[in-house]
């Protein structure tokens, strides 16, 4: 096909910049063959998703519960991109759920029950996710150009987000396998290359092989872990020896010295992750995809707040690790209550932090305290809270015959957690101590400013009281 001849206005770009005439000119392409390789991308990330989400709880590393949440909600995100765009092209019913090749279905359960931290990273970061990408490229340039655009854009904006996964993946594999355990994995990761070549890779390019490989880890179910697990730095994290919220609501305290505990308040949010993901494993057959979706956003959120937490502490000069990170709510929840009664907890607090006295509140205390950087992070804290306030609103509470209904439901549950605030004691799990006027000392030498008496006696624990203050039987 000649088409040289063919000429666009003053030489502009034609067609809306999208490709050339001549590429356009080309019939090598078509629905059916956009859905197929669309489907089996979308198999392979729902799954991703799901195995990052099943690590969050049990990983002890920090950097690495947060950066599985944030993956597992980026992945989500692509997943709901393609779930939009297969509905476009004539697919009702979609088919979504149908396992596209049983090289993939492998590839994905010997991810998901990988015993190994060290598994995981290699075999997500260094091999499917890889994959993903690679296909993702192909379908960018494979795709018709114009009839397909919508599929395009979305391949493109695919692979350039989670080519941010594959270098985070690349940055932090040499950090914790060294050469022998790389040296173990290798027959497995083999094993995971095999799963993709019978598969023809992971768009079906390939020539398929008859070679589907035996299953490894897999050969046994997943069992997911829901006891929380923190890493060396966490120290003390049965310690309820400090209760934030009876200083943050104490009029004789300054602004300035509040953003501590707001800091330490953000950063104790790492248990909120921990809990959603147990939800979200317990949940995954019984709730609709976008049920999933809206979660997995606010479980990212909240390891943001953590994260927030994190930095201010660091921004001030302030070593978060001497402070106990306590971790006994979502270790509670996870083992006393169903999912069901987690999500009520969930909501009922989020619910109850939307009063003036809840997130509006935290943020006019970080404006007034002269601390920039507290002002900013409960601005975004708050916004974030109406979402998640909205989101309950939609998945909890229509199970409900009312908001009320739902409320007290979620109280309920939330009462019925034991603290086990003296057995902890009793049993030698910690002392309680109370770390605030070490942290506070510091801070204010940090300040150049003297404590003030009244702050730095501040000795209330959660012995007979629960966060949102309410006096506990
Ligand atoms: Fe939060
Ligand atoms: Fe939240």
């Known amino acids: 096909m000649n088409l040289s001849g063919y000429k666009s206005l003053h030489g502009l770009p034609p067609l809306a910049g999208l490709s050339s005439v001549e590429r356009a000119a080309q019939s090598n392409w078509s629905v059916q063959q956009s859905v197929d390789r669309l489907k089996r991308l979308h198999f392979v990330l729902k799954e991703l998703c799901t195995t990052l989400t099943a690590r969050i709880t049990s990983e002890p590393i920090y950097e690495l ?40 279905k492998r590839l994905c359960d010997e991810l998901m029950t990988v015993p190994t931290t060290e598994g995981l990273l290699a075999g997500c970061y260094e091999i499917a996710l890889p994959a993903v990408v690679a296909a993702c490229r192909r379908l960018q340039q494979d795709a018709h150009p114009l009839a397909d655009a919508p599929t395009v854009r979305i391949a493109k904006l695919i692979a350039f987000e989670l080519g941010e996964l594959v270098e985070f993946g690349q940055q932090a594999i040499p950090c914790l396998l060294t050469e022998s355990t790389r040296q173990q994995l290798q027959p497995w990761l083999t094993r995971l290359e095999e799963c993709l070549a019978c598969a023809g890779d992971l768009d079906g390019l390939a020539p398929q092989t008859d070679l589907l490989p035996e299953p490894w880890h897999s050969a046994e179910p997943f069992v997911y872990d829901s006891e929380p697990k923190r890493d060396d730095r966490f120290q003390d994290p049965f310690n309820a020896g400090v209760n934030p919220e009876a200083f943050l609501y104490d009029e004789r305290f300054s602004a300035r010295d509040k953003t501590l505990m ?64 306590n971790f006994t709510w979502s270790r509670n929840l996870n083992s006393q209550l169903d999912a069901r009664e987690r999500h009520g907890v969930l909501f009922f607090i989020e619910q109850g932090l939307m009063p003036r006295t809840g997130k509006r509140y935290e943020w006019e205390v970080g404006v007034e305290s002269g601390d920039p950087l507290s002002a900013l992070f409960q601005d975004f804290d708050w916004a974030d809270e109406v ?38 004691r009793n049993e030698g799990w910690t002392e309680h101590r109370n770390w605030w006027p070490e942290l506070y000392r510091q801070a204010c ?23 949102d203050l309410q006096k506990l039987d």
């Open 387 to 424: 979402l998640h306030a909205q989101i309950g609103r939609r998945w909890y509470v229509p199970r409900y015959q009312s908001l009320g209904q739902a409320l007290s439901y979620g109280d309920r549950c939330w009462s019925k957690v034991l603290s086990q605030w003296q057995k902890y």
């Open 445 to 467: 030498e940090n300040w150049g400013q003297p404590p003030d008496p009244a702050a730095l006696a501040f000795c209330e624990t959660y012995e007979d009281s629960r966060a």
């Open 262 to 325: 707001m800091y330490y308040k953000r950063i104790r949010e790492l248990d909120v992750p921990e809990m959603m993901a147990s939800i979200l494993v317990d949940l995954r057959d019984e709730e609709p995809w976008e049920f999933y979706m809206e979660m997995i956003r606010q479980l990212w959120d909240e390891a943001r707040h953590a994260m927030m937490g994190e930095v201010g502490f660091a921004a001030q000069n302030l070593d978060w690790t001497r402070i106990p990170i």
């Open 65 to 104: 519960k947060t950066a599985f949440s944030h993956h597992a909600y980026l992945c989500a995100e692509q997943v709901n991109l393609i779930r939009t765009r297969v509905g476009e092209m004539r697919e009702p019913p979609l088919g979504l759920d149908k396992v596209p090749h049983a090289g993939l």
